[in-house]
């Protein structure tokens, strides 16, 4: 028999790549799903890689420890991606507490139903560059301190340390992928790179002439979240469960990501883009830039797909979403 592995938040983006990444190396792949009333449209990440049906999809909440147990019981998974969290910065100054619970708590929740329902499981958790927030180092690696910013930022430090408690305290296999930003044509579009994605595909179309954007100058380390998914796969595949960071190790501003965009279709940002000051952070994380070193160094990870390259595809997939091809277009 092969190996099994359980995923909790499957029908995002790092869930849905994850769970294709694995299936492709001959996993069983279960995925935690919240029911809800717009269910259907939640695997809309997972029918657009053409693998619904071949995960088995397990109802539950990490918030709800119960059913976390149920669910590692019935998946009996030989690996647990802890992938669920409420993820969106901006929207965790709205809802801290949600943002506490889910992203937080909800961590603490799936470690416990390993530690009782499948203890020998391989455990892998997903923290955040916006845990060093304020940074405090030029470029951040995991002996940085943390500084976070946002409630998004507390609650993930948190899960963090769970992670590492666990691990020390338990003995549970459980390791830390300290993510930078990481995007794709699968991102939700309330994040900036494929809010500006989409609106470049909308504006070359005629369905729109501006979008609405905060800190232009904000600075963020983008990668590929195909890139991401095989770090967090090659982490479980250590003897001994330790703690990384994933980056490229460039940053970008956003200002600079929008001349990226609108430049590929032949447009200039600068007549589209409109400043909202209403949509500036309460505590702004002004630079992310991380260092890798470990991770290429014991895991032998490396980011494959280059920024420029990112931003194409995403551009493209907007563009076919909106019933178009660049290719297909007249000159601007």
């Known amino acids: 028999m092969g190996k099994t592995a359980l995923i909790t938040g499957i029908t995002g983006q790092d869930g849905a790549y994850l769970a294709q990444f694995l299936l492709e190396r001959g996993v069983q792949v279960a995925g935690l799903?919240?029911?809800?009333?717009?269910?259907?449209?939640?695997?809309?990440?997972?029918?657009?890689?053409?693998?619904?049906?071949?995960?088995?999809?397990?109802?539950?909440?990490?918030?709800?420890?119960?059913?976390?147990?149920?669910?590692?019981e019935q998946a009996r998974p030989d690996e647990i991606y802890n992938l669920a969290a409420q993820s969106f910065v901006g929207a965790s100054f709205q809802q801290p507490l949600l943002t506490a619970n889910v992203t937080g708590l909800g961590c603490l929740?799936?470690?416990?139903?390993?530690r009782i329902a499948c203890p020998l499981a391989r455990f892998y958790q997903p923290t955040s560059s916006e845990m060093f927030g304020k940074v405090q180092a030029p470029r951040q690696s995991e002996s940085t301190p943390f500084y976070p910013r946002s409630p998004y930022g507390a609650a993930k430090l948190y899960a963090h340390?769970?992670?590492?408690?666990?691990?020390?305290?338990?003995?549970?296999?459980?390791?830390?992928?300290?993510?930078?930003?990481?995007?794709?044509?699968?991102?939700?579009?309330?994040?900036?790179?494929?809010?500006?994605?989409?609106a470049v595909a909308r504006i070359r179309l005629g369905k729109a002439r501006h979008v609405l954007l905060g800190n232009l100058d904000a600075a963020r380390d983008w990668g590929h979240a195909r890139d991401y998914v095989q770090a967090m796969?090659?982490?479980?595949?250590?003897?001994?469960?330790?703690?990384?960071?994933?980056?490229?190790?460039?940053?970008?501003?956003i200002r600079q990501?929008?001349?990226?965009?609108?430049?590929?279709?032949?447009?200039?940002?600068?007549?589209?883009?409109?400043?909202?000051?209403?949509?500036?952070?309460?505590?702004?994380?002004?630079?992310?830039?991380?260092?890798?070193?470990?991770?290429?160094?014991?895991?032998?990870?490396?980011?494959?797909?280059?920024?420029?390259?990112?931003?194409?595809?995403?551009?493209?997939?907007?563009?076919?979403?909106?019933?178009?091809?660049?290719?297909?277009?007249?000159?601007?």
Not at 109 to 114: G, K, P, S, V
Not at 177 to 188: D, T
Not at 275 to 301: M, Q
Request: hydrophobic share 45%; glycine share 6%.
């Open 33 to 72: 799903v919240r029911r809800s009333a717009s269910s259907d449209a939640a695997l809309a990440r997972l029918d657009w890689l053409g693998i619904t049906q071949d995960v088995r999809l397990i109802d539950g909440d990490i918030t709800d420890l119960s059913s976390c147990i149920r669910a590692v």
């Open 257 to 332: 990501f929008c001349d990226m965009a609108f430049g590929y279709v032949g447009l200039d940002w600068r007549e589209h883009v409109q400043v909202d000051a209403a949509l500036f952070r309460p505590a702004e994380v002004n630079i992310l830039l991380g260092d890798a070193a470990l991770a290429k160094r014991v895991l032998g990870w490396s980011p494959m797909a280059s920024l420029e390259q990112l931003v194409t595809e995403m551009v493209d997939a907007d563009l076919k979403r909106h019933g178009g091809t660049y290719r297909n277009l007249a000159p601007a």
């Open 109 to 114: 929740n799936m470690l416990e139903a390993t």
């Open 161 to 198: 340390w769970m992670t590492v408690n666990y691990r020390e305290s338990h003995g549970v296999h459980a390791s830390s992928g300290i993510l930078f930003n990481h995007e794709s044509p699968l991102r939700g579009i309330e994040f900036v790179t494929r809010k500006i994605t989409d």
């Open 233 to 253: 796969w090659l982490m479980l595949q250590q003897h001994q469960p330790a703690d990384y960071v994933i980056a490229t190790g460039r940053t970008t501003t």
